[in-house]
């Protein structure tokens, strides 16, 4: 291990799939005990705030089967193809997902998703402006067969998560840090290609 942390005195793995792998690292901890802590190691992921001129955004709603509904989301996915620039990863799940495509990128937020047990990290992008791809649409499959878009006010939006009718945590980061953001006239926000030392694999 690199950087601060605890000494891992021994490691195991329990599963290996394709998006995640579990392992239980045996700890030592500041007292001198050692405990087990059970890690789930994920490829990471990237997610999307596209704004149109309208102040509307795009949300997508799609089953989730861990949880037995649909939940309503940001256009995201997996960083899957090793080497990928993030915003490269963002791009492609706009079109994918929402069929938009982004003149304008910036880095909304990034978040450890359940950094009490999992590395996961997302980067959260805001999108401004939108238009039509050049190419047709994507072709999907499993759960993206059913999937929704709309295209819903921000406030709108905002409201809903207070609510409670938005609860997909990486959707409630978005809404809400671009809420921040527009009030502040999009001031601050970081380059696309910013860095992200918590991303997965990062070297």
């Known amino acids: 291990m690199t950087g601060f942390g605890y000494p891992v005195v021994t490691s195991r793995e329990i599963y290996t799939g394709r998006v995640l792998s579990l392992r239980v690292d045996r700890v030592r ?14 490829l990471g992921a990237v997610a999307v705030v596209a704004v149109d001129e309208a102040d509307r955004m795009a949300l997508v709603r799609q089953y989730r ?6 939940l309503w989301e940001l256009p995201a996915g997996l960083l899957d193809v090793p080497g990928e ?17 982004a003149a304008r990128w910036s880095v909304l937020a990034d978040l450890s998703s ?17 238009s039509a791809p050049t190419a047709g649409r994507y072709v999907t499959e499993h759960e993206e067969l059913e999937l929704e878009v709309e295209r819903v006010a921000l406030d709108t939006a905002v409201d809903r998560v207070l609510l409670g009718e938005i609860t997909n945590a990486v959707a409630v980061a978005g809404i809400l ?9 999009w001031a601050g926000l970081r380059p696309p290609d910013a860095p992200w030392p918590d991303r997965p ?3």
Request: hydrophobic share 40%; charged share 25%.
């Open 29 to 42: 901890m500041p007292d001198g005990v050692e405990a087990d802590r059970e890690v789930v190691h994920h």
């Open 65 to 70: 089967h861990p949880v037995g509904r649909r």
């Open 85 to 101: 620039p993030a915003v490269r990863a963002a791009q492609r799940e706009l079109y994918e997902e929402a069929h938009l495509a």
């Open 114 to 130: 359940s950094p009490g047990f999992s590395d996961e990290a997302v980067r959260i992008f805001l999108a401004r402006e939108l």
């Open 177 to 185: 840090a671009t809420a921040l953001a527009r009030a502040g006239g």
């Open 201 to 203: 694999g990062h070297a």
